[in-house]
């Protein structure tokens, strides 16, 4: 079963930067895909990016395009999200889920979730 845990949120001023990490135990890490989620205050949680289990593709929510990155480590099983340019909308509780499913396109596989980071963008 594996277990996720995100890190490195915290409050930062529109324009600024961070880095999210997540990091994996208790499964074989380099088979599973890993996306980023949010949920905002009084909202639906939303996609932001996901990885491959390769590391060779990515995806992305329009929104944070060309501001945010995602990537991974498998030697640490770690996969990071470096969002950059912050906006107050990017404020949200920031969650990482992986999948095992082959394509990780497949949003409804992302079935093994973190706790979350909480992601507040001050204005």
């Known amino acids: 079963q594996v277990q996720l845990r995100e890190s490195g949120g915290g409050l930062v001023q529109a324009g600024g930067s961070l880095t999210l990490a997540c990091a994996a135990s208790?499964?074989?890490?380099?088979?599973?895909?890993v996306g980023w989620f949010r949920q905002a205050p009084g909202k639906e949680r939303t996609f932001v990016a996901a990885?491959?289990?390769?590391?060779?593709?990515?995806i992305y929510e329009d929104s944070v395009k060309g501001r945010f990155t995602i990537s991974r480590d498998n030697a640490k099983n770690t996969v990071y999200l470096q969002m950059n340019s912050l906006k107050p909308d990017d404020t949200a509780v920031y969650y990482c889920a992986a999948s095992s499913l082959s394509n990780f396109l497949n949003l409804g596989g992302y079935n093994k979730w973190g706790q979350g980071t909480q992601v507040t963008v001050s204005s």
């Open positions: 208790g499964w074989s890490f380099r088979s599973l895909a």
């Open positions: 990885i491959s289990n390769n590391g060779r593709n990515t």
